[in-house]
């Protein structure tokens, strides 16, 4: 996929309809809509990386987890302002993804699915045992609201503005580095990495940024959380987060440019519609996304552009 | 602190051989596939869960509870592979797309295990007819003693299966080159179906020994997953006596690690472990069985 | 019927790549075939279209009169065609004894006593592999591997045997000793289809070939007809006449 005018034009539109959505729905629509847009960052991060590179982590919703607490830890205990706690979340999160990713993403594409499952197991546990640090179960209530010099987000509508901005900016700049000799990179890994390793593209080091990217993402998405709720708790990026975000990319598309915004879109609003199947909710989403899989593999995104060719 | 220890070798053993048992589950279906089964705890999970059912609410002796149990597993392995696996196999999907759709099965397991069975941790007694052991200091109880006794029993007939009959060397020959198998008049999607069966039958036998000892829990099968991955990484993807080892090795260093730091940073201690494996031998520490050329994922 | 393979108009595509665009053949009892071209003429998806490994887009493929066509790969050996793959390609961490016996995998039905009278079968056929039995067939030479793997196929008791490039990789002498077992074979009434890129071999060996060029049957004819066309015919395959193959 690659910039097309059209994609201007769905930004525009995005915009558009992201700034109007709250004069037409309710309060609790727009807390809803809001956290679809912090899983749509992160789902557009995960899609660089799994689209594109054919790689998959499972770890993400740890570097979600790592954003929120460290964004939640310098602004509740060493009085940082957000904006410095939120760059240093990124970046921290993102140095932890080198650690891990550069050894790994030498190796076998499977492996690092098992080791970020495995990292992220560990991550949630640490964050309900370490009690010192992560506040334990009880987690870091008390977290400021979102504040640049100037201006504080105080409100759930400044929030949901302030969080698709930032979903925009981020979609748009994954536009860009599809578009860029990186992204062309990225896609001929995905096609035939070993007819890329022969052109000349450094196949390992792109594998390694992409990863770090998205693992920012997440980080980025955390950080917003933590301040939208003004709370930080562990359980709250468990293993089920992972599922939905799963899912987003599945059913939104996969390697698309607007599946990650659209699935986030859908399953926000299915995740919130389930009424009393809450209890079914893990159970839905699995189906949903092992359904995708089946007999939707390009996801609501790829289909429609199929069918738009026609 | 020391004497401790040949308590900790002892249960480490024990938790070992099931880490054993179920990477070589993994390792089966690895070889014949390429695929990872992110769902082979669950396997194991499912095997306690439905005995404990079958025996606890419907009132089954443990025997037959314990039989149906693992019946029951198999279909749904095999169910599995049908619904699931086949068509995307027949469609020529590319590996992250099976491992995209065995972590849904991974969570939609669980849940139904949940939703059907209950949430909470759930056993059935000790099978007796074994004896209480004591060796030295320590006690070997009779279901520990089981959990040996099953998994030599696994081993050995595996080992016989794959190296003694033509169906076991088919699936090998699977293995080993797909294309050259199926010339052979091999069925392919057939042994694919067989892996996946087998994985399910190594699991639930897995599950049900070990049962009696911990309980069981729906959400149980990603650490089962994640320790029997570790175990197949140190013993080689596909290497039978391999798999034991490491998992052997994985259980000692949990029980150690649980004991003198705690039961959440035991788990830690492993996968800081099976991290640093992989990158110094991607490959296991024992060769896996065969080296196989897959598409690098 | 004296015709042990028909191929009429078959055709195989990978994508939008047209790899045969219309084949016609056919093979007698007891022939020895053979089909010389350059790389990427078609010849391996013409072995693989018939050893099932790969789907035929359109045409049509009897064996004994019975449609092949679009039979399932592992369903082909018990149909009688079996193929000696690309480079051996036996089963390196199986023992040569077990090689043997998977190659009668579809004949699992007969008694025990018949597969192991067929494995003593090939090993006096290929005597050598007779002192390497019980070795891994990953330890064998070149050569021993083509016999095993010739071997293996020949377990399933085929109506048709197929070739892919035999010789690759093997000392010319070694070959010969392959070839000249072949001969005998298919004097006792086994029909074959050589693939070969080393249209002198091919000449030597077989009765007649076909000629392919991209995808196509350019000439066919008996050895002496081909090799009178001799440095015209080599031009066509290989460099063909102005247009790239």
Redesign the interface.
């Given at each position: 996929m690659s910039w097309r005018p059209t994609n201007t034009m769905g930004v525009v539109a995005l915009t558009a309809i992201a700034t109007a959505f709250p004069l037409f729905g309710s309060a609790s629509a727009v807390t809803v809509m809001a956290l679809g847009g912090l899983y749509a960052i992160v789902a557009i991060g995960l899609n660089l990386l799994?689209g594109y590179t054919?790689?998959?982590s499972?770890g993400h919703n740890a570097f979600m987890a790592m954003g929120a607490y460290t964004s939640g830890i310098l602004t509740v205990r060493y009085d940082w302002s957000p904006l410095s706690a939120m760059i240093a979340a990124a970046a921290s999160t993102g140095l932890v993804a080198l650690v891990?990713g550069a050894?790994?993403l030498?190796?076998?594409?499977?492996?690092l699915?098992?080791?970020t499952?495995?990292?992220s197991?560990?991550v949630i546990?640490?964050s309900t045992?370490w009690t010192e640090v992560t506040g334990g179960l009880l987690g870091i209530p008390g977290v400021p609201d979102f504040a640049i010099p100037g201006f504080s987000f105080d409100t759930k509508l400044k929030m949901y503005y302030l969080i698709w901005g930032i979903t925009i900016v981020l979609l748009l700049f994954s536009f860009r580095i599809v578009d860029s000799r990186f992204g062309r990179a990225l896609r001929a890994l995905g096609a035939h990495?070993t007819a890329a390793g022969a052109l000349g593209v450094n196949v390992v080091r792109s594998r390694i940024q992409i990863f770090v990217l998205s693992a920012i993402y997440a980080a980025l998405a955390g950080s917003l959380y933590a301040h939208f709720l003004n709370y930080v708790n562990g359980t709250f990026f468990d293993?089920s987060v992972m599922?939905q975000l799963?899912a987003i990319l599945?059913v939104g598309g996969i390697g698309t440019l607007w599946g990650p915004v659209v699935g986030a879109v859908l399953l926000i609003w299915v995740s919130q519609n389930l009424g009393s199947y809450a209890?079914?909710s893990?159970?839905i989403?699995?189906?949903l996304?092992?359904g995708a899989?089946?007999f939707l593999?390009g996801g609501v995104v790829g289909e429609i552009a199929a069918r738009l060719k026609r | 602190m020391m004497d401790l220890l040949p308590v900790l070798l002892v249960n480490g053993v024990v938790f070992g051989a099931i880490y054993g048992i179920n990477a070589i589950g993994l390792g089966i279906v690895y070889n014949t596939t390429g695929i990872?089964n992110?769902a082979q705890g669950d396997f194991v999970m499912l095997g306690g869960m439905t005995a404990a059912y079958f025996y606890g609410v419907a009132g089954f002796p443990l025997p037959l509870a314990i039989i149906c149990a693992i019946v029951a597993t198999v279909v749904i392995g095999l169910l599995i592979e049908r619904i699931?696996i086949r068509?995307?196999w027949r469609r020529g999907?590319?590996?992250?797309?099976y491992?995209?759709?065995l972590?849904?099965?991974a969570?939609?397991l669980p849940?139904?295990a949940m939703?059907g069975i209950g949430r909470d941790p759930l056993t059935f007694p000790s099978f007796g007819g074994l004896p209480t052991l004591q060796l030295g200091t320590i006690t070997l109880s009779s279901q520990a003693l089981w959990v040996l006794v099953v998994t030599v029993v696994v081993v050995v007939a595996l080992q016989g299966f794959f190296g003694r009959t033509?169906l076991g060397?088919?699936m090998?020959?699977t293995a080993?080159?797909r294309?050259?198998?199926?010339?052979?008049?091999?069925?392919?999607e057939r042994m694919v179906a067989m892996s996946f069966g087998l994985a399910a039958l190594l699991g639930a036998i897995g599950g049900v020994v070990f049962t009696p000892l911990i309980s069981t829990q729906y959400d149980a099968g990603?650490?089962m997953t994640?320790n029997g991955?570790a175990a197949a990484?140190i013993g080689g993807m596909g290497n039978i006596r391999g798999a034991i080892v490491g998992g052997l090795v994985i259980g000692v260093l949990q029980s150690i690690s649980t004991a003198f730091i705690?039961s959440?940073?035991g788990?830690?201690v492993i996968?800081g472990v099976?991290?640093v494996l992989?990158?110094i031998w991607?490959a296991g520490f024992f060769r896996p069985?065969?080296e196989l050329q897959h598409e690098?994922? | 019927m004296n015709v042990v393979l028909e191929v009429r108009d078959l055709k195989v595509s990978y994508g939008q790549i047209e790899a045969l665009k219309g084949i016609s053949m056919r093979i007698e009892r007891g022939e020895f075939v053979g089909v010389i071209g350059a790389n990427g003429a078609g010849k391996t998806s013409l072995l693989m279209a018939l050893?099932?490994?790969v789907r035929a887009k359109g045409g049509r493929v009897t064996l004994d009169d019975r449609d092949v066509t679009h039979l399932p790969?592992?369903?082909?050996?018990?149909n009688g065609i079996?193929?000696v793959?690309e480079g051996r390609?036996v089963?390196?961490?199986?023992t040569v004894m077990?090689n043997l016996?998977?190659?009668g995998?579809?004949r699992?039905g007969a008694s025990r006593a018949e597969i192991v009278r067929d494995q003593e079968a090939m090993l006096d056929l290929f005597p050598i592999l007779r002192r390497r039995a019980r070795q891994l067939a990953a330890t064998l030479s070149g050569g021993e591997q083509q016999m095993l793997a010739i071997g293996?196929a020949l377990m399933?008791r085929p109506r048709l045997l197929l070739l892919d490039e035999p010789s690759f990789g093997l000392a010319p002498m070694v070959f010969e000793e392959i070839l000249a077992t072949l001969r005998r074979l298919h004097a006792e009434g086994l029909a074959c289809l050589m693939v070969e890129q080393d249209a002198h071999v091919t000449l030597e060996t077989t009765s007649r070939s076909y000629v392919f060029r991209t995808g196509q049957i350019i000439t066919e004819g008996t050895s002496s007809e081909l090799r009178k066309a001799g440095l015209d015919l080599v031009e066509e395959i290989y460099l063909g006449s102005g247009e790239s193959s």
């Open positions: 799994v054919g790689k998959i499972f891990i050894p790994i030498r190796v076998r594409g499977h492996y699915a098992m080791i499952l495995a990292f197991q560990v546990l640490v045992r990495e293993l599922i799963m599945v209890e079914y893990q159970l989403f699995g189906l996304y092992g899989l089946l593999p | 990872i992110f699931v068509p995307l999907a590319k590996d992250w797309t491992v995209f759709m972590f849904a099965v969570t939609v849940n139904l939703l033509l060397k088919a090998k020959a080993i080159n294309r050259v198998a199926g010339w052979m008049g091999i069925p392919v990603v650490a994640l991955f990484i705690s959440v940073y788990d830690a996968y099976l991290f992989l990158i991607p069985l065969i690098e994922i | 050893s099932g490994a790969q592992h369903l082909r050996v018990s079996a193929i793959p390609q089963f390196g961490p199986l077990e016996e998977l190659g995998f579809h699992r293996r399933s």
